[in-house]
């Protein structure tokens, strides 16, 4: 359910932008999908990027979020959510006609940049940067937050957390990742990335991992795209808010909240690294370990669904809030 317009626009000038994961979420990302890609994805990929480091992937995890506040990229700003319009904690879905804007979303900016990384006829400037945003928004869409209209994403319903007043949205992308590990350097990244591994080849998620892929299509990118955002939008239902709005509003959430939300958060980094390392994959290569597509020359067409009263209002909302999801001054 939304809030009354009112109510909405007077929380925009206090709240403040945040960055899916933060830098250490998407860098771990990028570190676990190093571990997975082919020798081939690698050569590519570092070719592209003209980066032989053993960082590669990780130097650009966020270049997305700092190009959105340049004059260039301020277009891609809507780029890295989709909307959900659902009625958490009742009920939880993406609707991709109903969710993703004419200006784009999510899942539309997977689809599209997803088939200008590899095409000869595209500058490799603009290549470049079709990979950039594949890797960042692989690790955008598993963030639940970032697949959630409710408050903009969260980011307008306020909480506490270690004593700081924050957002909702806020602690999921950086204060609860980085409490547990300590920090947001490269190499905190590196080694939650190598634990993440350890457990996927061998530990609790290894008999679970292999699903992670079930959905992938490379002739479907957006059908694709929409398997990770339905599985990471549950989750508002189940982790981010199971008793409501109302039970964490203005609560501290270090304690109970946190401990729970943590194998969350730990579990939608694995599958994002997993997944982006398979789906690059399929870019490069045309298969992943397991399976073999062809590439896809698809365009996104799409519809505009039939919006009610309320949908309509929050969309404003969020093109009120200047399409930020969420802390322009946080560390990144």
Known sequence: MALPKATLLSLLPLIAPTIAWGTLGHDTVAFIAQSFISNKT???AKTLLNDSSDTYLANVATWA???????????????????????????CDVDFERDCPEEGCIVS??????????????????????????????GD????LHVENLEIGGNGI????????????HIWDSNMPEKLIGGYSLSDARTWS??????IQSGKYANASSAW?????????????MVWAQDANSYVCTAVIPLGQEAVEGKELEGEYYDAAIPVIQQQIAKAGVRLAAWLNLIVEGKTNSGGYETSDQTVKRGEAKLKDW??????VRRAFGYNCGAEGHKH
């Open 158 to 169: 306020n909480v506490t957390f270690d004593g700081v007043t924050t957002n909702l949205h």
């Open 311 to 316: 949908m309509v209002e929050a969309r404003r």
């Open 213 to 225: 892929l079930n959905g992938i299509d490379i002739k479907d990118p957006v059908a694709s795209a």
């Open 65 to 91: 979020d700092s190009y959105r506040y340049t004059t260039e990229g301020a277009f891609s700003a809507p780029l890295h959510y989709i909307d959900a319009l659902d009625d958490p904690p009742a009920s």
């Open 141 to 144: 869409i598993h963030q639940p």
């Open 42 to 44: 690698a050569s590519f």
């Open 109 to 138: 900016a997977i689809a599209n940049y997803t088939n200008r990384i590899t095409p000869s006829n595209i500058s490799i400037a603009e290549r470049q940067k079709a990979l950039k945003w594949v890797i960042h928004f692989l």
């Open 194 to 199: 190598e634990e993440l591994v350890a457990e």
